[in-house]
């Protein structure tokens, strides 16, 4: 086939223009009503995000149910740490203002793994300044008892130094030989 050099730069042309007016189009189909309102995002994105239902209360939501807990964590050093770190959602144990679901309590072991999620010197992302860190097991050794001790056994889990002068006095005097 041999066509003129006006009629193949028709074609190219003609080409063109399908292809780019079939790409706006395309756009304007693809692109969400909301698009460009605000900025370059999804502006009804923000409403959406705003429906999803909170999950997560803070300390003082806990406040008020926990009077006993409440005031040993509000004296100690961990006051700063939220209650829901170590217990779980808020939304998995209360709504309108009622118990509906049980919180995890750990036990044991569990305690252990727990404090050692923030306290293990294993962990070099944070400073001494920040967080005291125990290297294991010789945290336990220095104190001169067994390594299946856990931490609650000498440290408060709501409050750690709370009884630790006592723990000092019982590990040394009772166990400094074993
Ligand atoms: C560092 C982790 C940690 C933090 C923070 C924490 N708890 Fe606890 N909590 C525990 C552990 C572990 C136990 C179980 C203690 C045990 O068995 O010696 C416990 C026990 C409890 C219990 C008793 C559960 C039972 O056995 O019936 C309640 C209630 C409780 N915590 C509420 C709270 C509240 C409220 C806050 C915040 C003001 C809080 N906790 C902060 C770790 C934590
Ligand atoms: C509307 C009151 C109320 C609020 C608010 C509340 N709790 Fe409770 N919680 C209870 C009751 C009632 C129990 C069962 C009796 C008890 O152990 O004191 C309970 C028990 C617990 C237990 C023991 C395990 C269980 O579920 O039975 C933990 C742990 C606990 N709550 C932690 C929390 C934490 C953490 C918060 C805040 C995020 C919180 N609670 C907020 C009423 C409340
Ligand atoms: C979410 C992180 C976190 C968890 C989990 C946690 N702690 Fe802490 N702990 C802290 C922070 C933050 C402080 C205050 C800063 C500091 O003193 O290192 C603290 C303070 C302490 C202190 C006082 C250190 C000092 O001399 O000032 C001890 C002891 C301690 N925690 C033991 C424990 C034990 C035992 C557990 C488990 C029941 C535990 N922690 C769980 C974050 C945590
Ligand atoms: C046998 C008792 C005992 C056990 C069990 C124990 N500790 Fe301690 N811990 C102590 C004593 C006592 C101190 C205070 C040491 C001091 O003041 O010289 C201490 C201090 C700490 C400190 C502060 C360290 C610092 O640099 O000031 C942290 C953090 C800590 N313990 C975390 C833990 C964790 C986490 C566990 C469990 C893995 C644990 N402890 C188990 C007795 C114990």
Known sequence: MNL?????????????????GG???????????????YGPYRADA?????????????????FKCHS??????????????SCEFCHGTYADHIANEKKIGTLPVKKGKEI???????????????SEEVIKTVAMPNHLTDQNVKLTHDCNQCHHV?????????????????????
């Open 68 to 81: 006993y807990e409440t005031k040993v964590h509000k004296n100690g050093r961990h006051q700063t740490i």
């Open 158 to 178: 709501h409050a750690p130094l709370k009884y630790i002068i006592r723990a000092k006095q019982i590990t040394g005097l009772m166990e400094a030989r074993l």
């Open 23 to 37: 790409g706006l189009l395309l756009k304007r189909v693809l692109t969400p009503e909301s698009f460009g309102v």
């Open 46 to 62: 923000i409403a959406e995000a705003a429906l999803v239902p909170i999950r997560h209360g803070n300390n003082t939501s806990c």
């Open 4 to 20: 003129s050099y006006q009629l193949r730069l028709l074609i190219v042309l003609i080409s063109i223009g399908v292809l780019a």
């Open 112 to 126: 252990t793994t727990l404090c050692l999620r923030c306290h293990n010197t294993e962990i070099k992302a944070r």
